[in-house]
């Protein structure tokens, strides 16, 4: 009883939530509207037209349009046997439904059933499925349906059944396809290694990825076996008289287009808008239903916004709008901690009031809040932080990497004193080597697996220093060796997955650095590796960053590996940096409860025995930011004032500090 109403008012919430989601597109709105007005008509219509529709009135053939005089049914005119159109399309509008919704619906179930069935398994069901297809495919479908319907007596349903076995093998091809790419993936062979069958596997883990694209499918089938049914009409082997379609009523027009327009344009108009809605409505649903589209959603919203406001496409005078509020403690500019020294000469890279927001169907969500730091050359600064907490976006957005769906909001990246948020695209690619340049996590997916690894480490000598291919695959090869790289010059010629997980990261260092980048930026460049290698690749990143006097940010969540490998360390914590400064002071004591929690949770000799510490809680999540101190749930020190007032990042002693209301309190412990 309990569990019913619940699942009552889940799907309450659901349906509000999708009625909002709608409210909020214009066009999908619309489209919805013509929809219910045809699904009306098509339900109501044979209840208010009555008989009209087929009674021949031969005292008012065709009758013109926009009158009024003979009653609403003569509103669009009438035709030549004096039928009133407008009482004709209401009618209409059933019998085309009758036959295009069924017919969709059936082969969307057939197909999609047996494409996903076939793409799981593979094999011999899949090519027996595939032949299937291609055999019904080499007709064309409406030619196939000319022919049945010429053999059997035209009728609705031989209409629906004809339409609905043509449109099988599109859907089968569609599930068959995406299924078979799904089948690799590895949450579909974890699925099946605790044991889950076929149909629950296709259910859970295939068909949510599927339905969006069969949807959109869908709809445009509908709009097909409209006009299918239209043209079988027009042909005379659609919908028999009496029985009235619209497809049928364009065809009875045709002939009287010159004197009696009315009579064809109006089904005519009636067919076009229904399947515009339909394809409207159907791509609607899929930028909301599928996440691999949402963020289209946001771009598009953001789209509009721009042409809208005059000020959305420009980046705000005032840095920092994104968090700007009742509760914002920092002014403009103060990311950079007062008490800490101003940016130096010697700074070569510095991140100012930095702002990023991720775009949602929901709305922006503020991503990366006022971030600032700088990084001198030769130095390492680590940015930690739990997951979630902003660091990847921070970087993507200095390095020019953001996704289409997130944009930089405020702020100012500095190189050599030079705004890169201020460049076109052609300087900063120019900038995109020599300048900033980034070593990814994961290198297997960084690298191309269908070009060699010396063509790849030659691209930038050949963009940038204009090298032939030879010079540029020898300087390639002498970048392997600074590496690490064994017999360099012969496994120049291999791909990456003929390296090592460490080798392979070796080979991204290599192209990160082979333009000697002012500032390289190191997204957890060590994580998939084992102990042994992490050391390795960060003694290499160690010895390039001396030798080039690069500017390294090293981003991490692992303390150990910054206090090893840091000079400075930036902690983040919900997309704001809330302590700065030399790594073994900040360590040794730090100044905001937030470091001190992580420090605590670090496993250490001393801990041998007793319970770890850990930070209570977990991160909030971007969209939900608590107001004033976004840590202060979770923090041991928290006051009233944490509630309302959002601490800014103030110094707290030489070098260091921290955005905490008792940042000096903890300094002068
Ligand atoms: N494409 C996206 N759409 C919506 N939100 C996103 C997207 N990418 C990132 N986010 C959100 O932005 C926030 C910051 O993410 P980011 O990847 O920068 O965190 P991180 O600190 O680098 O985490 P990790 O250490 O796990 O890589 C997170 O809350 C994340 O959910």
């Given at each position: 009883m309990m569990r019913k109403a619940t699942s009552e008012t889940g799907g309450a919430t659901v349906r509000r939530r999708w009625f909002a989601l709608l409210l909020r597109d214009r066009f999908a709105c619309a489209a919805a509207l013509v929809l219910v007005l045809v699904a009306l008509c098509a339900v109501l219509g044979p209840l208010l037209a009555g008989d009209l529709a087929t009674r021949q009135n031969l005292r008012a053939p065709g009758r013109p349009p926009f009158s009024l005089d003979h009653g609403w049914a003569y509103v669009l005119g009438s035709d030549s046997l004096g039928r009133p159109v407008a009482a004709r399309l209401l009618t209409a509008a059933g019998t085309t439904l009758a036959v295009a919704v069924p017919a969709v619906l059936c082969s969307l179930a057939v197909g999609s059933m047996w494409g996903m069935w076939a793409g799981y398994h593979g094999g011999w069901r899949e090519n027996v499925s595939l032949r299937v297809a291609d055999v019904i495919l080499s007709f064309p479908s409406l030619l196939l349906a000319v022919v049945v319907l010429y053999v059997f007596s035209p009728s609705a349903a031989s209409?629906?059944?004809?339409?609905?076995?043509?449109?099988?093998?599109?859907?089968?091809?569609?599930?068959?396809?995406?299924?078979?790419?799904?089948?690799?993936?590895?949450?579909?062979?974890?699925?099946?290694?605790?044991?889950?069958?076929?149909?629950?596997?296709?259910?859970?883990?295939?068909?949510?990825?599927?339905?969006?694209?069969?949807?959109?499918?869908?709809?445009?089938?509908?709009?097909?076996?409209?006009?299918?049914?239209?043209?079988?009409?027009?042909?005379?082997?659609?919908?028999?008289p009496p029985d009235v379609s619209w497809g049928l009523m364009v065809a009875q027009g045709r002939q009287e287009l010159q004197s009696a327009w009315w009579i064809a344009l109006f089904p005519g108009l009636a067919i076009v808008l229904t399947t515009v809605s339909a394809t409207v409505l159907a791509s609607w649903a899929r930028m909301t239903t599928d996440p691999g589209q949402r963020w289209r959603e946001g771009v598009r919203r953001r789209g509009w916004r721009s042409r809208w406001s005059p000020s959305a496409n420009t980046r705000p005078a005032t840095r920092g709008s994104a968090v700007a509020g009742p509760d914002t403690a920092a002014a403009p500019g103060a990311s950079r901690p007062a008490g800490t020294e101003p940016p130096t000469p010697a700074d070569v890279l510095v991140v100012d009031d930095l702002s990023v927001d991720v775009h949602t169907p929901a709305g922006p969500v503020h991503v990366v809040r006022r971030v600032g730091f700088s990084v001198r050359s030769g130095e390492t600064l680590a940015l930690l932080g739990e997951s979630g907490c902003g660091k990847s976006m921070t970087a993507h957005a200095v390095a020019g990497l953001l996704d289409p769906v997130a944009e930089v909001v405020g702020g100012q990246v500095l190189l050599d004193g030079e705004d890169l948020l201020g460049l076109g695209a052609r300087a900063r690619r120019r900038l995109a080597g020599p300048g900033v340049a980034m070593v990814f996590q994961d290198a297997l997916s960084a690298l191309n697996p269908v070009l060699t690894v010396g063509t790849q480490l030659a691209e930038p000598f050949v963009i940038h220093e204009g090298m032939s291919r030879r010079a540029a695959k020898a300087r390639a090869v002498e970048l392997m060796e600074r590496v690490g790289i064994p017999e360099a010059r012969s496994r120049a010629d291999?791909?990456?997955?003929?390296?090592?997980?460490?080798?392979?990261?070796?080979?991204?260092?290599?192209?990160?650095?082979?333009?000697?980048?002012?500032?390289?930026?190191?997204?957890?460049?060590?994580?998939?590796?084992?102990?042994?290698?992490?050391?390795?690749?960060?003694d290499l990143l160690g010895e390039l960053r001396g030798e080039q006097r690069t500017a390294l940010v090293l981003i991490t969540h692992d303390l150990g590996l910054a206090a090893e490998h840091a000079d400075r360390v930036a902690v983040m914590y919900a997309g704001t940096v809330v302590e700065t400064g030399p790594v073994a002071e900040v360590f040794g004591k730090p100044h905001h409860p937030y470091t001190r929690g992580l420090l605590a949770s670090v496993p250490a000799e001393r801990h041998r025995g007793s319970r770890l510490n850990s930070i209570p809680g977990s991160p909030p999540d971007a969209g939900a930011v608590p107001t004033g101190c976004a840590f202060r749930t979770r923090c041991p020190m928290a006051r009233e004032r944490c509630a309302t007032h959002r601490p800014a990042l103030t110094g707290t002693g030489i070098g260091r500090a921290a955005a905490c209301h008792f940042g000096k309190e903890l300094a002068d412990a």
């Open positions: 209409i629906v059944l004809v339409l609905a076995v043509a449109r099988i093998p599109v859907y089968l091809r569609t599930a068959r396809a995406e299924a078979a790419e799904l089948r690799s993936r590895l949450f579909v062979d974890a699925a099946r290694t605790f044991g889950t069958g076929s149909w629950a596997a296709i259910r859970r883990h295939v068909a949510p990825s599927v339905l969006p694209t069969l949807l959109t499918v869908a709809a445009l089938d509908f709009c097909f076996v409209m006009l299918a049914e239209s043209s079988l009409s027009f042909l005379g082997i659609g919908i028999q291999a791909y990456p997955h003929q390296f090592s997980g460490g080798m392979r990261q070796r080979l991204l260092i290599a192209t990160a650095v082979a333009l000697r980048p002012r500032v390289l930026i190191a997204d957890e460049p060590t994580t998939a590796l084992d102990v042994t290698v992490q050391a390795q690749i960060m």
